[in-house]
């Protein structure tokens, strides 16, 4: 079992930046890749990014490329979710998920 919590949300300016966290608790999980998802008021859960096990492979999604990075450090069961330039289209809870386990979430709101 894995449990995950995020952290590092906010208010933050439009063009600023925030750097979440995803700190895992479980020995697996250096195993699995991690996701990261966000959930905007009366929209779908949304994919953003994920990496693999190793941290050598990385996607995004089209609507972040260039502007958010992901990163992970296995020595400290935490995932990295380095967003910059940030929208107010960015706003969401943000979520990150491993092996099917999900937290609880971290709110990000971009002002205009």
């Known amino acids: 079992q894995v449990q995950l919590v995020e952290s590092g949300g906010g208010l933050v300016q439009a063009g600023g930046s925030l750097r979440l966290s995803c700190a895992a608790s479980?020995?697996?999980?250096?195993?699995?890749?991690i996701y990261w998802f966000r959930q905007a008021p009366g929209k779908e859960r949304e994919f953003v990014a994920s990496i693999n096990w190793s941290g050598m492979s990385t996607s995004y999604a089209d609507s972040v490329k260039g502007r958010f990075t992901i990163s992970r450090d296995n020595a400290k069961n935490t995932v990295y979710l380095q967003m910059n330039s940030l929208k107010p289209e960015d706003t969401a809870v943000y979520y990150c998920n491993c092996n099917n386990y999900w937290g609880q979430g971290t709110q990000v709101t971009v002002a205009s």
């Open positions: 479980g020995r697996t999980f250096t195993s699995y890749g």
